[in-house]
C-alpha cells in the first residue's frame, strides 16, 4: 500500500538546534529507502519564501497571496510516497526520518487508490 509522508519542518521560533539533521542524515535516509525497495517518489520543497497560495471564491473570481504566512507554526518541506504492507511499516520509516527530529514532525497518510 503506498503512504504519503509528508515532512513538516518546525518554524524558526520552534525549532530544536541541537536535534536538527544535516544533509548526510537525509542522503543516508534516501539512500536506505530505495535500497529496501520501498521508495516511489519524494521531493524537497523550495523554500517558504516562494509560496504562492491560490484562493478561488463563490463568485470564481481568484486571490492570490505570496507566503509566508505568520499563522504557520509547521512549514511543509517535502514528501516521500513510500509502497510499503501497512500502516505500522509506514509510522516506522517515518520515524527514521531526518525531519522527524528538532521540532519537527511527519505526518502519514495512505494514498487514496480508485479504480479504473
Known sequence: ?????????????????????????????DKEMREAGIWVSGESLADLLTATAVRVGRDGGRTVTDGPFAETREILGGFYVIDVPDLDVALDWAARCPGARGGGSVVVRPVAEFGG
Open 1 to 29: 500500500m503506498k503512504y504519503m509522508l509528508l515532512i513538516q519542518s518546525a518554524s524558526a521560533e520552534t525549532a530544536d538546534a541541537a536535534d536538527e539533521c544535516t544533509v548526510e542524515d537525509w542522503i543516508a535516509y
